[in-house]
């Protein structure tokens, strides 16, 4: 990216404080024509008084029309392109489960399958056995050995786990496993490149080892294996922009993923209060804070369309705190819409707040989506707001004489 | 750059005329919460008549959060991609004292140093020498010579100076010699690459000549070398657009920039009234007018708000007289922002007006920071205003069928 290159050249460090409060899937849509969206409806005067401070626009996560999962849409915000910084599925997997890969692991997405006495596959999802049931079967793989590897097998939902194998020289380079059909056994694990022949034979070994073990399974005697992945090459929020980071997340999944740009987890909360209060005790200590509030998204995908005004309502009660602490660069944004109009993420652009004493006043009074549209900002690509937030931060040196 | 192509591949003639006044560091932001920046305090009658008819925009110089100086400023504006085309330090050091670059010359920029007995430096700027003292010292530099080169030593402010070394085959991939610190000697001229090694060994020489010469001053008897750059090689105006392009700026810096993209200087004028006469005097013999107006920088650096305001309206009083010329497009824009606030180039948009008969009508009725936001040309790239400016020129064709 040539933004990084530019911001390795022109970062200076200072001590001012950094502020990224992201609410999940904050961007709705009203659910009936001429309505308002979740963000209209809620009651935020927190919000709406800092829109009149600060500048406002709507951010892309991706592209326009793109819809993000929570990988791109965090990395898009954390400012790494996420068309060229790509977490792969196993290792996204691992991270989400707070799994926290090292250089040497390469992970891969597991599904227990239901196989006949030939080996084919009579039920790709073993009947979608319950997680506790998932758990006992993961228990007993705890038992598979490969031979100069690590191996780490771990429950996620329902039929899925994350096998994770660590040695010297692993590659991700390994085919799906899954061959998307029944009456067929899976595939054996094909390296798609030289570097990947050895993966490949760990991941043969491993699922036949299992084989072994589960054949007294009712359901789950069998397994593919999807999104061979090792860790993501990214650099650290520290190298790029020279900050300290800290993240407070409730959920392993953006645990993970501010880890992998080398921020450290603060606290152990799991209310927004005690988020805040986690974020108050390392303030000293770190430049840059990224605080994840995730039920903007989960009310969103269940569709309640109430609950997430609640939620946002709850969010804009708790920025006086943060306000409190002395931000010099305070955002709030998301990191993709998910309206509960769709029950689901989606590609509308999220509306974003940038305040700091720096700002350039857009006469704007309220922070909304229909806002946001005439805010400063612009609708901009998520992957520059931290350069903006440097800029603001008095972080950013000048580009050529 | 893309844009280059197609703009080499569409561009027409015909008599029409662009002129792009530019306001240097003409953005700015209030001086408190809620308050006015410069361009919305001052009454600019003739800016807000042209917003109405033509269309308005906010510029990006560079990147989102990225601050840009002269150079990359101006080069955005005339159309080449500030971080594909660069001008080295010394380059633009050069420029900036109205030294014309040659093909064949490197230019680095030079800091007189004062050394002990052991060629250590103890004085890494020496003692900020005032000018007229280095003005002597660089005379005394012209009768240092180095076979088979020219060189060329200038008097830039305080101990800076530019030394130029002209020969066929230099190259400017040499490093610095400046060790950043006391107590050491200055650096050797490195070669980065190979086709450099010659110009390292005359600048090695030159560094030697010139310190036996130097050996009797107190304080200027030694130098360190930075920078080390050729002339950029940017594609002529008449090249990339077939326009025959005039500049009319007061300060050798604008003067060297606009050189470079191959425009004729035109005029001695040292006011704005001045311009304004050098302007119509050449109005028929070029096809593009690049007219610098530097005070609106100059007043910001100073954090002087009140006299950027007077700054602002003694150009919108000036407006008259170019329109009266009859330019089939007027571009009023900056090459950055220069809050007075800030007391420094920032990275926040500039304002931008284009004003031509072809303008789709914006519905704006004044011209400032804040109004751009709800213009036509919406937040976008400096580098692509040449663009619109050919297009509302109708000197850009059709791409493709």
């Known amino acids: 990216m040539i933004e990084h290159e530019l911001v390795r050249e022109l970062a200076e460090k200072n001590d001012s404080k950094i502020m990224m409060l992201v609410a999940d899937g904050l961007g709705g849509l009203p659910m009936e024509p001429g309505g308002r969206t979740e963000l209209e409806t809620a009651a935020t005067p927190n919000l709406d008084r800092l829109a009149a401070r600060g500048t406002s626009g709507s951010s892309v996560p991706v592209l326009p029309g793109i819809t993000p999962g929570s990988g791109p849409g965090h990395l898009g915000l954390f400012g790494y392109d996420p068309l060229e910084f790509k977490i792969g ?43 506790e049931e998932s758990v006992r079967v993961v228990e007993r793989l705890q038992a598979v050995q490969v031979p100069g590897v690590e191996v780490f097998v771990r429950p996620v939902k329902e039929h899925r786990f ?52 589960l054949a007294d399974e009712p359901k789950a005697n069998g397994m593919v294996l999807r ?125 974003t707040l940038l305040v700091a004493d720096t700002c350039r006043p857009d006469g704007l009074t309220g922070f909304s989506e229909r806002d946001c549209l005439r805010g400063g900002l612009g609708i901009f690509p998520a992957k520059h707001l931290m350069m903006m937030a440097m800029a603001h931060a008095l972080r950013l040196g000048k580009y050529g004489a």
Chains 1, 2 share one sequence.
Not at 317 to 337: C, F, K, Q
Request: aromatic share 8%; charged share 20%.
């Open 227 to 351: 999104g061979f992945a090792g860790r993501p090459a990214l650099p650290s929020y520290e190298e790029l922009y020279g900050l300290r980071a800290a993240a407070i997340a409730v959920y392993p999944m953006y645990k993970g993923l501010a880890r992998l740009v080398g921020m450290t987890l603060v606290g152990e909360a799991t209310t927004l209060a005690e988020q805040i209060a986690a974020l108050r005790g390392c303030w000293q200590d770190y430049d840059f804070f990224f605080l994840h509030f995730k039920y903007t998204d989960s009310t969103g995908e269940d569709g309640a369309f109430d609950r997430k005004v609640g939620r946002i309502e709850e969010l804009d009660a708790a920025i006086p705190a943060i306000e409190a602490l002395g931000p010099r660069v305070l955002i709030v944004t998301g990191d993709h819409s998910t309206p509960s109009r769709l029950k689901s993420h989606s590609w509308h652009p999220v509306p």
């Open 162 to 213: 994350v096998v994770v194998f660590r040695a010297a020289g692993l590659s991700g380079a390994v085919a799906d496993t899954d061959p998307q059909a029944t009456g067929v056994p899976p595939l054996a694990p094909q390296p798609l490149a030289a570097a990947a022949t050895r993966t490949a034979a760990v991941a043969a070994e491993f699922v036949a080892r299992s084989r072994s073990l």
């Open 89 to 131: 599925r196993g290792a996204l997997e691992a991270t989400g489960i707070g799994f926290e890969l090292g250089p040497d692991d390469v992970a891969a997405r597991g599904n227990f399958c239901t196989l006949d006495q030939q080996g084919r596959i009579t039920d790709r999802r073993a009947g979608r056995i319950p997680s």
